[in-house]
């Protein structure tokens, strides 16, 4: 543990003015060591990382690391991400979003993206919640959940995030908890040297708001709600849907292969020059 | 991509000179979604630029199209993207983005006839307020609108010289007359023409401040991947681009970015005149409709009539000095264009009762006929 903090601190902007934005208990922080150990143990330049980000509370991430960052557009952090790799191929470009900025507003660049298999990793922290804006139902927000925008009841269902960029063609799709750190470290890892689209859906908590309206306790309960509930996808598969419910089934969910859209680009350059 | 070097004479739909100027120009990178009446440029472009070294992508929609074009030019390349109504209304939002973030970027919007769907291949002028008010919160722009093919090319060229120099999204407003017409245009020998680039930074990536004003009001710009490593966000930001709600620097960038454009109003004045000479009537038009007020003013001379043409080539900043010129020089002033009014407003803005300034105005589709500018100018020395 004691080496945790050593390696982030060769990360972090000594130029930026902290404290962060993000709420305590909040799993955005976790997520940012665990990004910040996959991509040492990769043993990229920092000059190589770039780093984008939407808007939102996970939009707030990339400022705070000594990388190429942007801080982009809600839900379209995609379109700019795919600009920049098109642009500087050499740049391994990763993108943070929320369950909102990925899969509501940007919904339609995320399926695209994940269709044309844009060399990206994107890393889509999902808690259930819009937190920066109060505590609104967003995609993923629980059936008949009450929240600030559905205090009568969500009446909506929610996307399952990894099983609908599975279908839209990405090459890699893990899930993991903030809770599951060594995973998550593994999982972001194994994302970042894939080749092609991949995605990793983090459930992290919400303490502020999802906390508050499920009743879900202080941030240590919301940990051991993700400790218990957490089912490993090879173990999934051998339970029923019933069994499922309210589980979160972690692991590597896809990793196939297929042509890049910047290798197949390449080779028309090549073809037409 | 051509690489003549004497002048080159070809006939070229205005689409097509579009291309030909934007790869001119040093564009290498474009992504954009189709939508008529400004399909052909996209087209062209996925044939083109690849022949050229340089990134052709069709997004998704057009947010996505502008996304990836801002991305484009972060990532070092000259970069645009090609709309029409619709989609230009899409894409404010990122435009606004780019104002902030100061991405150079070039935006081509051929507009088509009326609001929403409208008639996607019928001309009209209804965009020249949402060209210049049409992204959120309070930032300068620059818009500029050809009304030939040849312009069409020039205006694009020097679209990309100005987003360089300004670090700014830079708007070509074309209409769909000048997309679709086909005539000969003379394009220039290459080395000819004045390209102008991105100030990049010469000082150590350690010391490197994006967003510092070296005096210029302009920063130099870093790409991505260079080495230099820094944050470029949306939100108000201080000279390192990291986000402050500070009022002595939110201040600050505000009036920088405002400022930078506004000390050279004096150099976009960019506009051609005709039959000047002892004019009482100045007609005053931009895109298609300047070609057939010339008409119209050529057949007032043949009569006798003291008929001059303003034309417009640059709309936003507005040309109030040029503008106020004639305003005091003639007697009347005929505003003529496919909307209800839209540069006429700035007109009168600026007039403050120098002359009269009446409109001529038509929003069916169709273009405005030089006889009808020509029985407007009739009537007013009537």
């Known amino acids: ?273 | 991509m051509s690489t003549q070097t004497t002048p080159e004479r070809v006939l070229l739909q205005g689409s097509e000179a579009c291309v030909r100027g934007a790869l001119a120009a040093g564009c290498r990178f474009y992504a954009g979604y189709p939508i008529t009446p400004a399909t052909e440029i996209m087209e062209l472009m996925s044939r083109m630029l690849p022949q050229a070294g340089g990134v052709f992508i069709q997004m998704e929609d057009e947010i996505a199209g502008i996304g990836a074009t801002i991305g484009g030019s972060l990532g070092g390349l000259k970069a645009m993207t090609a709309t029409s109504g619709p989609g230009f209304s899409l894409m404010q939002e990122h435009i606004s983005f780019a104002a902030m973030a100061e991405v150079p970027c070039v935006i081509v919007n051929v507009m088509r006839g009326g609001p929403s769907t409208g008639l996607p291949t019928r001309p009209m002028q209804g965009d020249v307020m949402q060209a210049r008010w049409g992204a959120h919160g309070d930032h300068p722009i620059l818009v500029v609108a050809p009304s030939s093919a040849y312009e069409f090319f020039d205006l694009t060229v020097k679209a990309f010289n100005l987003a360089e120099r300004y670090r700014s999204p830079v708007i070509v407003l074309a209409d769909e007359i000048v997309a679709h017409t086909r005539e000969s245009v003379v394009l220039p020998p290459l080395a000819e023409i004045e390209i102008e680039d991105r100030v990049k930074p010469t000082v150590p990536p350690e010391w490197y401040s994006p967003y510092r004003d070296p005096g210029t009001g302009i920063p130099p710009m870093a790409a991505f991947g260079e080495g230099y490593r820094f944050h470029v966000t949306g939100l108000m930001h201080d000279i390192n681009g990291f986000p402050t709600q500070r009022q002595d620097e939110t201040q600050e960038l505000m009036m920088r970015l405002f400022n930078k454009i506004s000390k050279d109003f004096h150099l976009l004045q960019w506009y051609d005149s005709y039959y000047d000479e002892g004019a009482e009537i100045t007609v005053i038009a931009y895109g298609s409709v300047a070609r057939s007020a010339l008409r119209a003013v050529k057949m007032a001379r043949d009569k006798g009539l003291p008929v001059g043409l303003l034309k417009l080539k640059m709309l936003w900043p507005f040309m109030r000095r040029t503008v106020m010129q004639y305003l005091e020089s003639s007697r009347k002033v005929i505003v003529a264009e496919m909307n209800m009014g839209q540069l006429s407003r700035e007109v009168k803005r600026v007039n403050q009762g120098k002359c009269e300034v009446l409109t001529l105005n038509k929003i069916d589709g169709q273009m405005i006929t030089p006889s009808e500018i020509l029985a407007k100018v009739e009537e007013a020395l009537a």
């Open chain 1, 1 to 273: 543990m004691k080496q945790t903090p050593q390696l982030i601190h060769r990360y972090l902007r000594s130029s930026k003015r902290f404290p962060h934005v993000w709420c305590p208990g909040c799993g955005i922080g976790i997520l940012l060591g665990a990004l910040v150990r996959a991509i040492d143990e990769g043993g990229y330049s920092k000059d190589d990382i770039m780093l984008v980000s939407g808007i939102g509370c996970s939009g707030r991430l990339p400022v705070y690391l000594d990388f190429n960052t942007l801080h982009t557009t809600h839900g379209r952090a995609l379109t700019f991400a795919t600009g920049i790799k098109l642009a500087k191929p050499h740049l391994k470009v990763i993108v943070v979003m929320g369950d909102g900025d990925a899969s509501s507003i940007g919904g339609n660049h995320l399926i695209h993206s994940a269709r044309r298999n844009i060399d990206i990793t994107t890393i889509i922290v999902n808690n259930q919640i819009y937190g920066m804006t109060g505590g609104q139902a967003s995609p993923t927000t629980p059936f008949g959940l009450a929240t600030a925008s559905s205090p009568y009841g969500h009446l909506e269902h929610p996307f399952d995030i990894s099983k609908l960029v599975e279908a839209a063609g990405a090459v890699f799709v893990a899930r993991s908890t903030v809770y599951h750190t060594k995973a998550l470290d593994r999982v972001i890892g194994q994302a970042l040297k894939k080749k092609g689209f991949s995605v990793v859906e983090v459930m992290a908590p919400c303490v502020t708001h999802f906390g508050k309206m499920t009743g879900m306790g202080s941030p240590v309960d919301m940990m051991r709600w993700q400790k218990d509930n957490a089912v490993p996808f090879e173990k999934a598969r051998e339970m029923s849907a019933e069994e499922l419910q309210n589980k979160i089934v972690t692991g590597v969910l896809v990793d196939i292969g297929k042509p890049t859209f910047h290798e197949e680009h390449a080779r028309i350059w090549r073809e037409v020059k």
